[in-house]
């Protein structure tokens, strides 16, 4: 399938570009040209004067109207999440499962593996857990809690067979054996519900972590006699962070310094979950947030073009880097930014359509565009 998209403005990743047009080929963008060179034997579609960018990815996501994929590693549960970021602008996410059983790990990864055979739109899976500092545990069910091992991590990636892409475990739990082992099989390595000290953390990191997750939550803090893991994440020249950016799981303040200080280090997720009344993971929604039986902060109700709205009204961050925050710098964090994440030639053909209130009015994934009724 070959088309001409144009009247839009186009968010590259690199620039913006007016009075251009986006020649889409086979799933690939074949070239961006100006529109008064454009070829006149192709299909042309009108992009309605909305703007375009790269395709939203989000690495951490568990559920969505009802289908918590906590509860319920299920095909079911991951059509229901692909197809709800899809409505959103996200073309690929990392559908997530918080710590658990090695019975639902196993089951969620089996699920990922299927779905992959099936179905666009699953970058992989996120194993969220269960290694982590039950001092930092958040939500998370101490039952499940417990060290890593190599054996575990074989079984594991054994029936992952590719499709385990991100684990979040803590820089002090993580024996260099578990460490080495998950780098191998290119998993990346995100830290996260640790109380590490600086030390520990700037270990990790130098040891092998790429990545943290939800800066602030879940984490050691900064502090003049211990900076902790946020400081130590600050202070690596490398390692990336994702960020929840409601106003809920930390302050818009928040973001801003993160922003100056992380720069292109800093991502955006969505951290969202619904609500469920079953399973080890049980959420109720409070006003723009979910929280579990106790009452404990649990996820966020956030969509990634909210999020990049937040990030631009509430935070100070110009359109075009927030964008980046939700499309190219998680590539990045996953190695696939060399296919996606831009809008140049010889990349995926991923990339949405939205009006100036960042409302998703259509999207695309390798090509093919699917208009979404009053950008629902």
Known sequence: MRYLLRNCIIHTGLTLLRHHALLVAD??????????????DVPVVDGKGLNVAPGLLDLQVYGTAGKLFS???????????TDHAFRQGTTGILATMPTNSLGMMRAALEAGREFQRQRPGLLGIHLEGPYINPAKKGAHQQEFI???????????LKVADGVLKMMTLAPEVATPAVVARLREAGVVLSA????????????GFRGGFAAATHLF?????????????????????????SIIADGVHCSFAAVRISKKLLAERLFLITDAVTESQQGAYQFRRQDNHFVDEQGTLAG?????????RNCVEQVGIPL???????SLYPARVLGLDDQLGYLEAGYTADFWLFDDHLTPMATARAGELVWHLEGQ
């Open 27 to 40: 799933g690939r963008i074949e070239a961006v040209v100006p529109e008064v060179v454009a070829p006149d």
């Open 71 to 81: 509860v319920e590693p299920s095909l079911e549960a991951l059509h229901a999440l």
């Open 146 to 156: 417990h060290a890593p091992s190599v054996a575990e991590i074989d079984t594991l």
């Open 192 to 203: 996260g519900h640790s109380n590490a000290t600086y030390s520990q953390a700037a270990e």
């Open 217 to 241: 939550n879940a984490m050691s803090a900064l502090q003049g006699r211990e900076p902790g893991l946020v400081g130590a994440i600050y202070d690596d020249s490398a390692a990336q962070a």
């Open 300 to 308: 966020s109700a956030l969509t990634l073009p909210l999020a990049v």
């Open 320 to 326: 075009a880097e927030a964008l980046r925050m939700a």
